[in-house]
């Protein structure tokens, strides 16, 4: 098992409706040595691409790309906002994403001043289960015209489709723990083999 397997072994909990509850060290109470390990891997998994710009949604995907970028040198990381903030000057890209925990549509949105044609994105979530949030900022990047150069997520659900459909696009997907199997009523894991 890897460091990220070991704690989710360790530390998370198996919901009803096949979640995976993991608020003591990422999505509630953050483990900042744990995501330090998890920057530094994807580090390791994406040195030879040319990032120049992590792009993530709120707002659980902002501590994994603060701590990834943290490990490429003088890379911004751009999140994905859920509603129009008063704060945005201007004009915005957007997609629909359906949210996975909540059932319901959001419109994400990201100010054009901080994606353009140049950029070599690396795009970073917590979760991939069903895809709606990656499809939803692929989207966002194409419509900025700027390169996906990679795509890496700390969790995914092997048994939800959405690793499949992601890696139909041709993109290096790395995904730092997959989940095969979820066993509700005796909380155990089953974990998909990764080179
Ligand atoms: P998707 O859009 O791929 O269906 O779901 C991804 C988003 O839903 C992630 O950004 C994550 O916040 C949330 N999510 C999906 N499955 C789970 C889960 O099992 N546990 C938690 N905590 N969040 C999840």
């Given at each position: 098992m890897n460091f990220l397997e070991e704690k989710i072994v360790r530390d998370a909990t198996i919901k009803e409706g096949n979640i995976l509850k993991?608020?003591?060290?990422?999505?509630?109470?953050?483990d900042m040595n744990f995501l330090d390990e998890i920057g530094k891997e994807f580090k390791r998994r994406f040195a030879n691409k040319p990032i120049n710009k992590i792009v993530t949604i709120e707002s659980s995907g902002i501590a994994i790309a603060v701590a990834t970028a943290?490990?490429?040198?003088?890379v911004p990381v751009v999140f994905a906002k859920k509603q129009k903030s008063v704060n945005i000057n201007g004009e915005v890209y957007k997609a629909e994403v359906e949210s996975f925990t909540h059932k319901t549509i959001n419109t994400v949105i990201v100010s054009k001043?901080?994606?353009?044609?140049?950029d070599n994105v690396l795009i970073i979530d917590d979760f991939l289960a069903n895809g709606y949030a990656m499809k939803g900022l692929i989207e966002i990047i194409q419509q900025a015209n700027a390169t996906i150069s990679g795509i890496g997520i700390?969790?995914?659900?092997?048994?939800?489709p959405g690793g499949k459909l992601i890696r139909k696009y041709g993109y290096q997907v790395e995904s730092l723990a997959i989940l095969e199997e979820m066993d509700c009523e005796n909380n155990q894991i089953l974990f998909a083999k990764q080179s």
């Open positions: 993991v608020d003591n060290f990422l999505n509630h109470q953050i943290k490990y490429f040198s003088n001043q901080f994606i353009n044609e140049q700390a969790i995914e659900k092997g048994f939800q």
